[in-house]
């Protein structure tokens, strides 16, 4: 059965956690990330492990697909252990944390292993996720240390 391709919207800092836990493990390079200040817009590329599957059932395969993240109402975009230069250097997506500024905006860091961040100013929380494409199989599914 070929699975549905998962698209989420994001209005609220809940909707956000739930973005944020589909995201868990996905990797993206630095090449395909793009702030699009004339138009307000962050986007990235990442390749999704579909954890949703890997919970359904012990015997399906491992999965990734690939996924577009979009904010809009983006005011301003930095980062932090990230050079831009190195295109072909991949990030380990870990969390997407959000607070409100004091002059009430948004601000939501995307969190990557390795202490790299990607931090996004906005006006509101309007965010999307949308598969793209056919899911591959993969041979490693993401482990984590436990203390």
């Known amino acids: 059965m070929?699975?549905?391709?998962?698209?989420?919207?994001?209005k609220t800092e809940e909707d956000l956690r739930v973005v944020s836990a589909h995201l868990q493990d996905s990797i993206a390079s630095i090449s395909d990330i793009a702030s699009l200040k004339k138009n307000k817009i962050f986007l990235m590329q990442l390749s999704r492990f579909m954890w949703e599957d890997v919970e359904k059932g012990v015997f399906r395969k491992n999965k990734r697909i690939r996924?577009?993240?979009?904010?809009?109402?983006?005011?301003?975009?930095d980062s932090k252990n990230i050079n831009q230069l190195e295109k072909d250097k991949f990030l380990d997506f870990l969390a997407i944390e959000t607070n409100i500024t004091p002059?009430?905006?948004?601000?939501?860091?995307i969190i990557f292993a390795g202490n790299s961040i990607i931090r996004i100013i906005s006006e509101a929380i309007e965010v999307t996720l949308d598969d793209q494409g056919d899911a591959w199989d993969t041979k490693n599914k993401p482990k984590h240390e436990t203390s």
């Open 2 to 10: 070929q699975p549905k391709n998962l698209k989420l919207i994001a």
């Open 67 to 77: 996924s577009i993240l979009k904010f809009e109402n983006v005011l301003t975009v």
């Open 103 to 109: 002059d009430k905006n948004y601000e939501m860091k």
